[in-house]
């Protein structure tokens, strides 16, 4: 079975950004692959975390992949800190990564916009972590959102480099990266992507939001002023409306565009609401148990940490060995 790798930030709230852009795909890639699923605390404290908060965004993030419907049986999931393997790799990266490569990153750009002068060195080195985490797995393939695609990028181009030098070491890692959810957009700015560390609260839906709020941030996301259903760039909220009905229900955007002809904004934001309420309801419910039984969520990751462990120090080895380390 070939390998993939994937993971999510506990750095807030989940949104359906992370849920149709990652964890939806990695429900269909289950069967076919051996899945490592992270929970990336280390990439969470580039930016400021509240300690308390923190700890229990980890584990709600846990119970959310459980709920969504990845069987912690057949798949390794598991929090990244708790595999040191991952920062020691990421430091033999550092040494092997240009300046000029990380300081290219759109990420990197829009968040040091942000932050200013106060930007961490980790945000900066933010996507060599991230070529550690794949390439200690031997991963074939990456699920992400479109956004990481730059990201995944310098994962194979770093691999190269090591083998280059080295012999044969990294295994080339493949983006995948599905069409209707690849960029869920922002719904009061539907240029930028949904984002939840974002400021505007109406700006995303998270994957833990009640009806009635779903609801509201729906019927109050920005559309345009045509005021016919189309699937264009000059109709970025309707766009991304359509993509969200899409997600959900698997049909071509084609077709959704034709069921909604001679029907307004007002109609498609209901449906919208309607298939988000009944998609995320089961999930919410099952979070809350999980959220209720700690202990069966610690043997989880701990089962998790073991299996990932066992599955990563060869590479560690290997490339230590490599490099002249006794
Ligand atoms: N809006 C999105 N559309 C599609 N996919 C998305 N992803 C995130 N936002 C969208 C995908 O979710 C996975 C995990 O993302 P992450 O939380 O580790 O990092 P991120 O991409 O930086 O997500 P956020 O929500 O924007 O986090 P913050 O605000 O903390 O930086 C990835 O596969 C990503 O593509």
Not at 23 to 34: A, D, M
Not at 43 to 51: D, S, W
Not at 189 to 211: G, H, Q
Request: proline share 3%.
């Amino acid at each position: 079975m070939k390998n993939i790798f994937s993971g999510i930030q506990p750095s807030g709230d989940l949104t359906i950004g992370n849920y149709f852009g990652a964890i939806k795909n990695w429900i269909k890639l289950q069967s076919e692959y051996n899945c490592f699923f992270c929970i990336v605390d280390l990439h969470a404290i580039t930016v400021r975390q509240e300690p308390k908060r923190l700890r229990e965004k980890i584990l709600e993030t846990l119970a959310i992949y459980i709920a969504s419907g990845i069987d912690p049986n057949k798949n390794t999931l598991f929090i990244q800190s708790h595999v040191p393997f991952h920062s020691e790799l990421s430091w033999i990266l550092n040494c092997f990564t240009y300046m000029g490569e990380t300081s290219r990153m759109t990420q990197y750009k829009e968040k040091s916009l942000k932050s200013g002068e106060s930007i961490s060195v980790g945000l900066f080195t933010y996507p060599i972590l991230m070529a550690a985490d794949i390439l200690l797995y031997n991963t074939d393939l990456v699920p992400v959102g479109s956004d990481q695609k730059q990201h995944l990028e310098l994962a194979r181009d770093l691999a190269e480099r090591f083998n280059n030098i080295y012999s044969d070491t990294f295994k080339i890692p493949d983006p995948y990266i599905s069409s209707t959810s690849s960029r869920i957009m922002n719904l009061q700015s539907p240029d930028k992507k949904m984002s939840k560390s974002d400021e505007n609260e109406n700006s995303y839906i998270k994957i833990l939001d009640d009806e009635n709020i779903i609801r509201k941030k729906i019927s109050r996301s920005v559309t345009d002023s045509i005021g016919s259903i189309n699937y264009s760039d000059d109709q970025l909220g309707i766009k991304n409306l359509i993509n969200i009905f899409s997600s959900i229900t698997g049909e071509d955007t084609y077709d959704i565009v034709a069921r909604f002809k001679n029907k307004g904004y007002g109609d498609l934001k209901n449906e919208v609401s309607n298939l988000l309420i009944d998609e995320l309801s089961t999930i919410q419910k099952r979070v809350k148990e999980l959220m209720d039984n700690k202990d069966y969520l610690e043997k989880i990751y701990k089962d998790g940490a073991e299996k990932a462990i066992e599955a990563s120090y060869r590479m560690l080895r290997k490339v230590k060995k490599k490099i002249g380390f006794i």
